[in-house]
């Protein structure tokens, strides 16, 4: 069991295979794209395997594969395949953008992933274009449709944006009407990759729930479930439900469980830090198993009390805007 420097459990493992993408959602990248990783700079896929066995003999008990979009990445299959025979692994799970997804959910239901989180801010194709600067709004539904399908729990993902999709917040709400999905609504976070300042942030957790209770005004809370970074509702007479991430806000940082893995093997201990050490250089030069599992225990006996502190400690130290596409979400 892995317990940090403010007694904090932390079983919850983020993966991100790759920084590519094949949308371009201007609030997570530039619309020329980033610059791109070289392979070599990349983890192998017997790296990421080597890194998530070591993490989970040492009590990460959750892997969720995101990216980028992880279904750019050449045969992902295989690692998920890999990673779905890792002893003392409870859970594997997803995070896609559903584009390339939908031939995919066979496999990745018989490998035992049971949820998927589908990004989708909006669910009309024009505002999908406008978003993603991309015309594929057809494959992410064909994507929702197999998910369901395959009875895969499915947590729709949404960034809330000013300006731009706050008309689709009731829409995704009525989508759980019919369909046994959870729509999160995320508070956009300053992670667009360009430098640009971030302009404050507009809608926040309260504003979104306020205009949902407008519409819905028997909305209820449901308990939260340990770790949750969401706050939970129902609508009396939905089959799905409803969630809030105070990405921005920060609310949930007292009982954070995750750690990440960037596509070039940083660790991060917090979604808003800096990395705290390389996992890939690690390997690569030459430590055993032993003396990587001391420097991943070193690191996670300084982990930062909350993201507010994270982020203050990167920008002081790089003043660098990163994308979301590098750090996986
Ligand atoms: N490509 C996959 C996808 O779209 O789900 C996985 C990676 S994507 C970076 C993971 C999540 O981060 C998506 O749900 C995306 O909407 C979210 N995201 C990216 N940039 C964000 C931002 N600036 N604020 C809030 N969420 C963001």
Known sequence: MITDNHGRRVNYLRLAVTDRCNLRCFYCMPE???????RAEL??????LRSCALLVKMGIEKIRITGGEPFVRKDIMKLLSGLSKLDGLKELSMTTNGVLTA????????LGIKSVNLSLDTLDANRFFTITRRDEFAKVMATLDELLKHDIEV???????????????????????DLPVSVRFIEEMPFNGDGASNRGLQWDYVRILDEIKDKFPGIQKLTDPAFSTSY??????????????????????????????????TLKNCLYDDGVLNIKDLMRS????????????????????????????????????????????
């Not at 983890?43 to 990421?48: A, C, G, L, V």
């Not at 993902?157 to 706050?166: I, L, Q």
């Not at 609508?235 to 969630?243: A, C, M, N, Q």
């Not at 225990?297 to 203050?312: D, I, M, P, Q, T």
């Open 43 to 48: 983890m192998s896929y017997e790296e990421m």
């Open 155 to 177: 947590k729709i993902n949404a960034v809330v944006m000013d300006g731009k999709n706050t008309q689709d917040i009731l829409p995704l709400v009525e989508l759980t009407k």
């Open 232 to 265: 939970n509702y129902d609508i009396p007479g939905h089959k799905g439900s409803v969630g809030i991430i105070a990405a921005y806000s920060r609310t949930f940082c007292g009982t954070c469980n995750r750690i990440r893995i960037t596509p070039q093997g």
């Open 286 to 329: 030459g430590l055993s198993d032993n003396e990587i599992e001391k420097n991943l225990l070193n690191a996670f006996n300084h982990r930062e009390k909350n993201g507010w502190v994270a982020e203050r400690m990167r920008v002081e130290k790089t003043g660098v805007h990163e994308s979301m596409a590098t750090i996986g979400g």
């Open 103 to 110: 031939p995919h959910v066979a496999e990745m239901k018989a």
């Open 32 to 38: 020329d794209g980033l610059n791109w990783l070289s």
